[in-house]
């Protein structure tokens, strides 16, 4: 889906008027809704005049507190996304230079240790070959040769061992899962399991086989390795959580003030504490 720049600018007008008509509907001061939004008067004023745009979240806050229908929900949200929509200008983007560009990207993913790209409309450079490169640019003014030299060099991140993509085998596997429902292959390119390929019949079974028993095994390990460091802190004195406030020299002295029959109330007051933690510390026959 693309939008013109006209259709962004409108579209905040739009959701600012839509909003501020469904409060007035719902027969409540920008005061009031307000209160039940959590949100600030001015905030809410500046939502309606479309001097600030809101987030998704804030609009879907609005919307619960208005009780509002959900085909005005739909439409409303539809609005917002619209409108949080950023537009960058591509004459911009060619005046600043292609190869400028290439070499920003290039930083961010040689700086970051785990890479996803979301682009439902085109292939990203780091996947794309030398031919679909030079298909995306061919309306760019300009001799793009050096541009898709850019874009194939910044593939070579893909082969840095370094990088991740996944933070854990469990998550690896709700990935490709996720990607495996919307029709998408997956394939290692170097490593162990370099022979993977989940688009090969046989090699998508076997693949998530493999990779689920490992998975299994992996959240069994951080399991057995929780409850050996629990146990090892445990044998060292130390305890989770947040540390007592009751140190040795209070309970000596709830201890000599309960022994001449202060009551546990009167002795907790006077300390600084709750009831419920000078009942923790005080054996058992002190508490009676």
Known sequence: ????????????????????????????????????????????????????????????????ALDAPPELVTEVTALARIANTEWQ????????GMEKRQTELASLE???????????AMITGLLATPEYIRASLSHTPGDPSKTITRKLERQA???DTTKTFGRSLIDLVSIIDGLRGRGVGF???TGALSA??????????LFFQ???????????????????????????????????VITDDLLTVAKARKAKGES?????????????????????????
């Open 110 to 120: 040689s700086e970051a240790t785990e890479l996803r790209y979301f682009l439902p």
């Open 210 to 244: 493999i990779i689920a028993a490992m998975a299994e095994f992996e959240r069994s390990l951080i399991k057995d390795r929780t409850k050996a460091g629990l146990a090892a802190a445990k044998a060292q004195g130390r305890t989770g959580g947040r540390p007592t």
């Open 1 to 64: 889906m693309t939008f013109e720049p006209e259709q962004l600018g409108q579209s905040r007008t739009d959701l600012a008027e839509k909003l501020r008509e469904l409060r007035k509907r719902a027969g409540l001061t920008g005061d009031r809704l307000a209160r039940r939004c959590n949100m600030s008067q001015s905030q809410i004023s500046k939502f309606e005049t479309g001097k600030k745009t809101p987030k998704l979240v804030d609009v879907e806050r609005i919307l619960r």
């Open 264 to 288: 546990v109330n009167a002795i907790a007051k006077a300390l600084g504490v709750s009831r419920a933690t000078l009942y923790r510390h005080l054996p058992d026959q002190e508490k009676l």
């Open 187 to 189: 394939k290692v390119l």
């Open 196 to 205: 993977v390929d989940t688009t090969s019949a046989d090699g998508r079974p």
């Open 157 to 159: 991140v893909l082969y």
């Open 89 to 96: 200008d591509k004459r911009s983007s060619w005046r600043r």
